[in-house]
């Protein structure tokens, strides 16, 4: 479990009071020593009350504006939808607060760089909702491979596939249908996890990648509005990475059954498997199996105690993945360390992106690293 960050606890005051606020971001700062919640900010005065009422904030705003001046915050969390990210995250910067934002920083790269070169000017410290790669499993595989369990890795392949980001989706996911926001399969949950990937297994140096949007309308359950879309729903990714193993992902919205993680890892002693019934969501931290020699049955590794930082807390597997960003963070800001993914992180991982696009649309191969 990691320390207190320091004897004055972080305070806090989170914009934007959604599901993923509801379920993540409001237990797990209730939940940490380090963090104290002091406001909540919304669009509608009535969910911020709720929000707060449900988590005994002291003060709720229907603008975040208000909320960014109070002299006694810390850290502002940025939780709206992307669009929205931006327009708060400044105004959270220019006030002189530290400030995490959920992935994706904005709605795109350049406007990410300059946040990202915003907030170094302003000297504030900045974290980035990138937690995938934050969780004990992710910490735990990482230093397998450091270990050389496989020996020299020769093979990566990842497969992600989510039920959502299907033809016929809810109300609430609406804002991921337009491609200028920023907010498909492939933006969210391809940068969630190529994030973990690499710097789990190393950087890719080179690849050729298809981009695809299978469901080209998209209908709205509630009202059976059709909405026209381009933003993707099948990502495809293959090259090599920085090391010379060969790789492969698999990205893909609307898969009706069987959906969630697998990540096999072939090397020149052994292999490892990490699965996961659900890519968001889940209820339990991902399973990691592996084997030794020549046909041998892969075996369940438990992750050690010792990569557990936090208090036994009640919380789905990904909502931890989330207190360990936080607690990651808490220790940043007592130690002047770097554990926690920054808006730097975020940059790369736009860039990334954008090339991935680019490879797609040209048919070129695109090196990397």
């Known amino acids: 479990m990691i320390a207190p960050a320091s004897s004055s606890r972080i305070r806090v005051g989170i914009v934007g009071a959604g599901e993923w606020a509801h379920f993540g971001h409001l237990p797990v700062l209730k939940s940490l020593p380090e963090y104290e919640l002091l406001a909540v900010a919304t669009t509608r005065i009535a969910t911020a009350q709720r929000a707060a009422d449900k988590f005994a904030i002291p003060h709720a705003y229907d603008r975040f504006e208000p909320l960014i001046a109070r002299p006694d915050l810390d850290l502002v969390v940025v939780n709206t939808r992307a669009p929205e990210h931006e327009p708060v995250a400044r105004a959270a910067i220019a006030a002189g607060k530290h400030v995490y934002c959920e992935w994706p920083l904005t709605t795109s790269t350049t406007r ?10 302003a000297g504030v410290r900045h974290v980035i909702g990138l937690q995938r790669r934050m969780a004990a499993s992710s910490r735990y595989l990482r230093e397998l491979l450091e270990e050389g369990f496989v020996g020299e890795v020769r093979s990566v392949r990842l497969h992600v596939s989510e039920p959502s980001f299907f033809k016929r989706r809810p109300a609430v996911l609406a804002f991921t249908i337009p491609v200028e926001n920023f907010s498909s399969v492939v933006s969210i949950y391809g940068g969630h996890f190529l994030d973990m990937l690499f710097t789990v297994v190393g950087e890719p140096r080179e690849f050729t990648a298809l981009v695809a949007s299978q469901f080209g309308q998209v209908t709205i359950e509630e009202t059976g509005e059709t909405i026209v879309t381009t933003a993707p729903d ?9 090391a010379g193993a060969v790789f492969s992902v698999h990205v893909e919205g609307g898969k009706r059954n069987q959906f969630g993680v697998q990540l096999d890892i072939t090397g020149t002693e052994g292999d490892l498997r ?19 020699g020549s046909r041998q049955p892969l075996a369940t590794l438990p992750v050690p105690e010792r990569l557990r930082w936090l208090p036994r807390l009640d919380l789905h597997g990904s909502i931890l993945e989330l207190a360990n960003l936080y607690a990651a963070f808490a220790r940043d800001l007592a130690e002047g360390t770097h554990h926690a993914p920054t808006f730097a992180d975020a940059v790369r991982m736009h860039r990334l992106l954008d090339a991935i696009g680019e490879a797609s649309g040209s048919g070129q191969r695109q090196r990397w690293s």
Do not use: H, P, W
């Not at 099948?234 to 920085?242: E, K, R």
């Open 234 to 242: 099948q990502m495809l990714l293959s090259g090599t990475l920085t």
């Open 112 to 121: 990410s760089v300059e946040l990202f070169e915003a907030a170094e000017k």
């Open 274 to 292: 990490v699965t996961n019934g659900e890519a968001f969501g889940d209820k339990q931290d991902s399973l990691i199996e592996g084997a030794r």
